[in-house]
């Protein structure tokens, strides 16, 4: 959608070249190799390697073409379906630009794209640490319920964008969603002897969008990363933007807790975790799925005296039970989560009503 005609058709041969060239500045796994310094296009100067992932490497750049401001720079693996799966994320992150083109919406911006030695590279305005990240290096300390707030409707607002648009993200994770500034002071907590840092400032963007569908599109079976996975997409019965709003419930339970909630290693475990921590799974959703081995006389094939069935029992409780306080911002969030995390994706809440739930009144006015 975000490359049409003619342009289109130059946009696919331009990826189509090279497809089986392998270059001498390429590792055995298709990564580009680099180092401190070096100058793509005569124009981004790598500075630092941000990060790694199975499409490739995100590396930070002097911008000499904008004023020598910083960049982020996607640069995918010289492998054919890497590349096919980044025409796709240009698509997506045009489409994004088209429609936001003063950056308003809290989704991260491209600035461009080119080819280099077989190597999609994606300019990206620079952003700091994941909420993930932070989590983690943070000891796992939960979120303030003001932090969870106010990141909520930043996600909540990027995703209403994104399906307003025709859009399903099908990847929100805790590791998409990024601080603006990650900046922090540091302060020592008494409760659990350690210094904890204090994050300056909440403002966040999703990112990642090489997963993101278009409404028209084809749907993959499986989507999601399996933490943060809804239940219509393990019983493949088919999937679309409540998908998404299931996602944001589990990053929003994680910020509030420290911690995954759904730490399954398979399916059927993941299908037992939810009904511990949601109620049984509604026998419409069992009638309906393929995947009838998971069940058996209309429920869930689970021994819960098992040593795995005694590790869920363990681990996950009732959703209520999770609250850490009675006051009323909890009891609100609580409320939105429920209705983010029911069963049926044609009675999940949307992101547009969850805008507008109570939880996020301190917003509403503004």
Known sequence: MGVTGSACNEFRSCFCLSQSVRHDDDDDEGHLLYQD??????????????????????????????????????????????????????????????????????????????????HVCISFELLSLSTFDFLKQNNHTPYTLEQ????????????????????????????????INSNFTTCYNPDTQCEERVLQDTAVKVVDFGSATFDHEHHSTVVSTRHYRAPEVILELGWSQPCDVWSIGCILLEYYLGYTLFQAHDNREHLAMMERIQGPIPCRMIRKTRKQKYFSGG??????????????????????????????????????????LEFEPERRFSVYSSLHHPFFSPFHDL
């Open 37 to 118: 310094g070096h100058v793509l296009q005569d124009r981004y100067e790598i500075v630092s390697t941000l990060g790694e992932g199975t499409f490739g490497k995100v590396v930070q750049c002097i911008d000499h073409h904008r004023q020598g401001s910083r960049v982020a720079l996607k640069i995918i693996k010289n492998v054919q379906r890497y590349r096919e799966a980044a025409r796709l994320e240009i698509n997506v992150l045009e489409k994004i630009k088209e429609k936001d083109p003063e950056n308003q919406q809290p989704c991260v911006c491209m600035y461009g794209w080119f080819q280099h030695a077989g």
């Open 299 to 340: 429920r869930l094939d689970w021994d819960k005296n098992s040593p795995a069935g005694r590790h869920v029992t363990h681990t996950c409780k009732p959703l209520c039970q999770y609250l850490l306080s009675q006051s009323e911002d909890d009891c609100q969030l609580f409320s939105l989560l429920e209705l983010m």
């Open 148 to 179: 969870v707030r106010h990141m909520a409707y930043q996600i909540c607002s990027a995703v209403e964008f994104l399906h307003a648009n025709r859009l399903t993200h099908t990847d929100l994770k805790p590791e998409n969603v990024l601080f």
